[in-house]
């Protein structure tokens, strides 16, 4: 069953190879008609449980934003344009390149959650089997919005509920037919698709987790993405409703005096605060990136930390002049953007108080950080309102989450609410700055899939 698993996914990626970058007159020979596709449940369990190429996000996001930064030395040693250029956010990424990870392994897997939902159509759901049937449709649906969601914070603009109607979306691939046209939807049209998969994924997934497998969504992490989803598109009241729900669920934070300080991978892959796995494109020169000689932690990020607060020893380790992350939440040394409580809290604590409930916002802000410093030594925060709350939350947001893949998406939308965030690089005597609202905060499709489907590019 396995081998079978594999060949079908071998031929998943082939066809979305093929899709992204070869000319349109191959793509006229139609694949083989005696292939084996997946037949049962636990064919279908299996694809959606391959985590070698399912749960990846693009990571250009994350390569833009300003937890970190680069020597000139390890800037100018990348081996891929695309990322070297990221960096410092030009205009043409690519340099010639035009196949990149962070659009073809994405669409990929949204190929095999749509493999998955018209395979499901295939098979009867009865009393016996329906809870592995609706479990593996909800998975699909969610990991389905989960991409598109990751996407559109790459490739389309922040969400603006003034403009989504006109402004581009990405494509909305709804078939595992390869040969159906892709067309950008509308930003609009974008959101109300992913919303309507977790809206639709919430109702099927079980209370309950698989052990072991966390890469399985369950009620809860469909309520947390929800509460991600509003907070980007800065509906505050509906973010804060949906944290409240996963957290009513799953509200479990660690205490960080439990967790070791000199371990070079502190988090196991499970942990208690984690509802739902994900990891960022892993291609050996993106994570090469972030683990090589040169890279550094931001200065002034690092340093605010207190002696006492934990996260400060949990999160990074000196190596010489540099200040290096260690392993991600979700184990090992892979960057990762999972749903995590620690996130609700914050999520939640920001709605609170953008909505004036300043004891709700500072009762989930000190229960957070009371699990991150050192036992006996936390003093709670009090009596703060208005500007100076939010300020807090959003600071402390920022340092319990260092790269966690949500930075860039939180610089798009706290810029469009006037923060005028700015970020700047100095690299060879050369200073590059990104403003406030910049069109570089848009990535630019791949030139290889603009030339295949003829979709509009992003103004850079």
């Keep these: 069953m396995k081998r079978l698993t594999y060949i079908i996914f071998g031929l998943l990626m082939c066809s979305i190879s093929l899709m992204l970058s070869c000319k349109k007159s191959f793509l006229d020979k139609k694949p083989a008609t005696n ?12 694809l959606l449980d391959n985590t070698q190429d399912i749960n990846r996000s693009p990571v250009l996001g994350e390569l833009s934003a300003d937890d970190y930064y680069l020597s000139s030395t390890a800037w100018s040693s990348l081996v891929v344009p695309y990322q070297a250029n990221s960096y410092i956010w030009a205009k043409d990424i690519f340099a010639g390149n035009g196949q990149i990870a962070d659009w073809n392994a994405p669409y990929a897997e949204i190929l095999t959650t749509n493999v998955v939902l018209e395979q499901l159509n295939k098979i009867e759901r009865n009393s016996a089997n329906g ?10 649906l969610f990991m389905r919005a989960f991409i598109f969601f990751d996407l559109a914070q790459v490739f389309a603009l922040p969400y603006d509920k003034n403009t989504a109607g006109s402004d581009l979306g990405i494509p909305i691939r709804l078939t595992a037919d390869i040969n159906a046209a892709s067309t950008r939807a ?11 998969d977790i809206i639709k994924a919430k109702s099927l997934l079980s209370v309950d987790y698989v052990k072991n497998y966390f890469n399985r969504p369950t009620k809860a992490a469909a309520y947390g993405f929800l509460s991600r989803i509003y907070l980007n598109m800065r509906n505050y009241e509906q973010a804060g409703l949906y944290a409240d729900s996963a957290l009513l669920l799953h509200n ?12 070079r991978s502190p988090f196991p892959l499970i942990n208690d605060e984690i509802l739902y796995n994900n990891y960022l494109v892993g291609s050996t020169p993106t994570i090469s990136i972030f683990k090589s000689v040169g890279y550094s932690i931001d200065t002034l990020l690092y340093r605010s930390y207190s002696s006492n607060d934990l996260r400060k020893a949990v999160y990074f380790s000196i190596n010489g002049t540099t200040i290096n992350q260690k392993g991600g939440y979700s184990g090992g040394r892979n960057v990762s953007n999972e749903i995590a409580t620690d996130e609700l809290y914050l999520n939640r604590s920001e709605c609170y108080a953008r909505a004036g409930k300043n004891d709700k916002a500072l009762n989930d802000l000190n229960a957070l950080l009371s699990n991150r410093y050192k036992t006996g030594t936390y003093i709670p925060f009090v009596n703060l309102s208005g500007t100076t709350l939010l300020n807090t ?15 860039w998406n939180d610089i798009r939308r706290l810029n469009k609410e006037g923060f005028n965030i700015t970020l700047t690089r100095s690299l060879n005597g050369n200073v590059y700055v990104l403003a406030p609202n910049d069109p570089r905060y848009v990535l630019p499709i791949p030139p290889d899939v603009i030339a295949l489907s003829g979709i509009q590019q992003n103004n850079r």
Excluded: C, F, H, W
């Design 186 to 196: 509308t930003l609009q049209a974008t959101y109300d698709q992913i919303i309507s």
């Design 131 to 140: 809870a592995d049937y609706d479990n593996i449709k909800g998975s699909a």
């Design 252 to 263: 479990t934070l660690i205490d960080y005096n439990q967790i070791s300080k000199t371990s």
């Design 393 to 407: 939350i959003l600071t402390e947001r920022r340092k319990e989450l260092v790269m966690r893949g949500l930075r």
């Design 35 to 46: 292939l084996n596709v997946p037949s049962s449940l636990s064919d279908l369990q299996l």
